[in-house]
């Protein structure tokens, strides 16, 4: 019966042996690889996913008392003022089934111009428009009422 070699130990730092074959089972314990210790092949370095290195930075008891219910991740809080688009990137990483055009009017709200809007302001923008004689364009979706057919085809 042949022992069970650490082969890793006798080989440099980027070098791995190469697999000729594998062994699956649903068992972990009945995984096995079968290496050819004569040729050794360049390890390839992985890089781990962008949101598993994405920590969460605690509230303050100010941020707390606002309604913040949960820690905002580091990514969230890098991203600067005017920066709607890499904001409606963040968005459609974090929450894949996100619809888009719904990313950038979040990111838009974060990080552009909707920050600062006001309802006031935005009817007073609708009057400045019209008076101008101009087609107001509203900054949110169109909520359309009535009946409608769903088909999940």
Do not use: H
């Amino acid at each position: 019966m042949t022992d069970i070699v650490n082969v890793l130990e006798e080989y440099e730092p980027n070098k791995i042996p190469k697999v000729v074959a594998q062994v699956d089972s649903d068992n972990i314990k009945c995984q096995y690889d079968f290496v050819d210790l004569n040729k050794p092949v360049d390890r390839k370095p992985t890089l781990a996913e962008e949101l598993k290195l994405d920590y969460p930075i605690p509230r303050n008891e100010e941020a707390k008392s606002k309604g913040f219910k949960e820690d905002l991740p580091l990514s969230f809080l890098t991203i600067k003022e005017g920066e709607v688009d890499r904001g409606k990137d963040w968005y459609m990483l974090k929450y894949p089934k996100l619809p888009e055009p719904m990313a950038e009017l979040m990111a838009r709200y974060n990080w552009g111009d909707l920050k600062y809007q006001s309802k006031k302001k935005i009817k007073n923008d609708k009057k400045k428009c019209i008076k101008k004689g101009k087609k107001y364009e509203p900054l949110a979706f169109n909520i359309k009422s009535g009946r409608f057919i769903v088909n999940f085809d």
